[in-house]
């Protein structure tokens, strides 16, 4: 019987959001925030401290352990379970003061610090599964920080599991916590040798019982208009504004479709997500996101299309059309070896739950590792109203996360 306490797995996760470790778009350094490091070394310290010996940090804010097999059988796959310690720059993630709502009773939660934050049943239906149980939110200043905290303190969860009970069977255990995902850095300077996993698991999903093993696949486009500079005073039938040209770009694109705010299920979109520049040039930067690359494809051609269209109505101005390639659909690479996928669906069985198949409208980790050798799924932690200060996640969700990896463990050496 595999008995995970909601209540420590609460008390780690609040110890853990305390800690900012917001990353930072802007930045080109790794990582993109020395804070994150602070979250990283307490972890090393405390997975030192559970006895796990090659416990790591390294200068770029990774944290690399081991639990060696304890198993009689040879060639068990090497498994990893990994997530992120960053949290979002949507919201600030400066001084979090996390609350236990330990016996949720279904009224509304007011955020203290902002009585205009309130937590209900009718903007989160899930908490309904929640009643009677533990819930934790912020205080309505900051995010949470359950993207992806939760992860991260179900995974040290089940460490301290494996630890204390060597009667339970598992091959050799890789734990990974990685910086900068929130800003499509986090395998930027991954050591995969150092890692050495035959597959892995990201813990950063949602409801209990998600499984997820599709995302989009992800561009980064930038168009660049090039007007025609000359002084104002004098500019009459010569001056062509780049700022105007780009602004006629993003008023050609159209209003009902195609974008995050009209799209669900396997729709793809384009979002333009900055503008910056002077009358001379300027730049509008996009992400493009479509399950299928020739989906992909067609968006980029469409894009390509309306910003053409749009330039040659000013005479003079140019444009150039950049893309840079950000992650790819990791069910191309987990549809090669189904066990992955398969074992982690039993092992969310085994922990009573029913699993729930879901394509990710985003991307993890997990995407980026399929594609550097780690056929890498998804599984949910709890998480609900990421990125926003209405953020929460039920405790048992998180225990259930952690029992999940435990089963994983267990069924891989079974299966080996």
């Not at 559970?50 to 940090?57: E, K, P, Q, V």
């Not at 000013?314 to 189904?338: I, S, W």
């Not at 926003?388 to 089963?407: C, N, Q």
Request: with cysteine; hydrophobic share 35%; net charge negative.
């Amino acid at each position: 019987m595999i008995n995970i306490s909601p209540d420590n797995i609460a008390d780690r996760f609040m110890r853990y959001v305390q800690i900012d470790t917001q990353s930072d778009p802007t930045s080109s350094a790794h990582p993109t925030s020395e804070k994150q490091k602070d979250l990283s070394k307490l972890l090393c310290k405390e997975l030192l401290g559970m006895g796990i010996l090659d416990a790591t940090t390294d200068e770029f804010g990774y944290v690399y352990a081991t639990i060696p097999s304890n198993s009689d059988k040879e060639n068990i796959p090497v498994i990893c379970f990994c997530s992120h310690v960053d949290t979002a720059p949507d919201c600030s993630g400066t001084n979090v003061k996390p609350i236990h709502h330990r016996y949720y009773d279904g009224k509304d939660i007011i955020l203290p610090d902002d009585d205009a934050q309130v937590l209900k049943m009718s903007n989160s239906p899930y908490l309904k599964e929640h009643l009677n149980s533990g819930v934790i939110t912020a205080s309505g200043l900051t995010l949470l920080g359950a993207d992806d905290k939760s992860g991260v303190a179900a995974i040290m969860e089940a460490a301290l599991f494996f630890i204390q009970n060597p009667a339970v069977k598992h091959g050799t255990i890789k734990i990974l916590f990685t910086p900068d995902e929130e800003v499509g850095q986090g395998t930027a300077k991954v050591d995969m040798k150092k890692l050495g996993a035959n597959f892995g698991y990201t813990l950063d999903g949602g409801e209990a019982g998600s499984l997820e093993d599709e995302t989009f696949s992800a561009d980064g486009t930038v168009i660049t208009v090039h007007g025609v500079i000359v002084h104002p005073g004098y500019a009459k039938d010569k001056l062509v504004n780049a700022l105007k040209v780009a602004g006629a770009v993003l008023d050609a694109l159209p209003a009902n479709e195609w974008s995050p705010e009209t799209t669900e299920g396997k729709q793809g979109f384009v979002h333009p997500t900055a503008v910056n520049g002077i009358a001379e040039k300027a730049t509008i930067q996009f992400i493009v996101r479509d399950f299928t690359l020739a989906g992909l494809q067609q968006h980029h051609e469409r894009l390509k299309k309306i910003g053409e269209d749009t330039v040659t109505k000013f005479p003079g101005a140019t444009m150039e059309y950049t893309v840079v390639e950000q992650y790819r659909n990791m069910k191309e690479v987990l549809d090669k070896c189904p066990q992955v996928v398969t074992y982690a669906g039993d092992a969310i069985n085994r922990a009573g739950l029913t699993v729930k198949m879901e394509s990710i409208r985003g991307g993890t980790d997990g995407s980026r590792f399929s594609y550097i050798g780690m056929p890498c799924p998804n599984i949910f932690t709890g998480m609900q109203n990421i990125h926003s200060k209405l953020e929460w996640i039920g405790t048992r969700d998180m225990a259930k996360a952690a029992e999940t990896i435990v089963h994983l463990g267990m069924i891989w050496e079974e299966k080996s």
